[in-house]
């Protein structure tokens, strides 16, 4: 459990900054973690060093998640979290018919998760139109302001700019607390870091609260955001929970 929460607090600079550097190669897909390129043209290179896709689970290179595996376990640490949904799918599905759909969400995962990674996150999991990330000291030092930049950076990749329709409209959530993050599953394919606890949830309401362009982050985050990073307006609004939010057009 304590080395848990000194790995995820970023004791090892060295993590960091080697992830510095992989975030900034082309090209994806990337391992959700490291963000190491398992394309283009260092990925010869890095796969000598352990940084190819883990069979059982693609999405993870080797290296990590044979350090997942020996390290099973995780803790309790602040963090933030950044959900992203699809808005009005449903209909969407209806209009656009299921193979041009599924063209657009493949695309919306892709380019999601290569905004994500580049922000800072670890990527957690797609379920059904939704992209989730953490941002943890390990990886970005002051965590909530990475994934407020980032939840707005994704709607700009969605097209989510003033006066333009976005390819696929989404709204982003993003909350700030303590929450415990660390393995589950099993090992052999099965296991995967993941991030539970109440204020994982609030990030989840604060995006399917959110409209279409829009990022609603809880007062955690807002707070410890800088003021001067954030375009547009925002307005208060009533959050689901007792806490505040407060919401960002655009
Ligand atoms: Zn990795």
Redesign the pocket.
Known sequence: MERWRAYLNGADPAARAGRALWQKLPSPPR?V??A?PFRGPFAPLLRLIG?RPFTKNPR??D??MSRLIKAEGGAEIEMSALFADVRGSTTLAEQLGPTRMREIIDRFYTAGVDVLCQGGAMVDRFMGDQIVGYFVPLYASMHSRSAIETGLALLKATGSLPGKTPWIPIGVGVNTGEAFIGTVGRAGGLLELTAIGENINVAARLASIAEAGELVCSDAGHRARSPSCLGGTRRPIAAPDPRHGARAAR
Do not use: E, N, P, Q
Request: glycine share 0%.
């Open positions: 391992c973690l490291c190491a940084k993870y290179c290296f990590c």
